[in-house]
């Protein structure tokens, strides 16, 4: 059974920091995802990282200020620390396994995790 649990979401004033965590289970996945909806407006594409090697894709409205990375003890987790935040990062963030060389995600999504910034 395919589990995907975010956390770490939250109220926070613009310019601050919030640091979500993704655990996944019951899937094999080679890239895992960050997606984000905010109210009324389509899921989109924020991160992601292929947790053996590292590497990283970032959307550029976020480039710069948020960074995926991984547990190097459990391989199945993954971060996003999101650094200088605007009123307009306001979504649910989820976690997801991505398509390999695309920004598209598999349709398995967890509850999300609701990240609000404040003015």
């Known amino acids: 059974q395919v589990q995907l649990v975010e956390s770490g979401g939250g109220l926070v004033q613009a310019g601050g920091s919030l640091r979500l965590s993704c655990a996944a289970s019951g899937l094999a996945f080679s890239t895992l995802g960050w997606f984000r909806q905010a109210s009324g407006k389509e899921r989109e594409f924020v991160a992601s990282i292929r947790p053996t090697s590292g590497s990283t894709d970032y959307a550029d409205s976020v480039k710069g200020r948020f960074t995926a990375s991984r547990d190097p003890a459990q391989k199945n987790t993954v971060y996003l620390q999101m650094n200088s935040l605007k009123p307009e990062d306001t979504a649910v963030y989820y976690c997801?396994?991505?398509?390999?060389?695309?920004?598209?995600?598999?349709?398995?999504w967890g509850q999300g995790t609701q990240v609000t910034v404040s003015l």
């Open positions: 997801a396994p991505v398509l390999v060389g695309t920004r598209n995600p598999y349709p398995y």
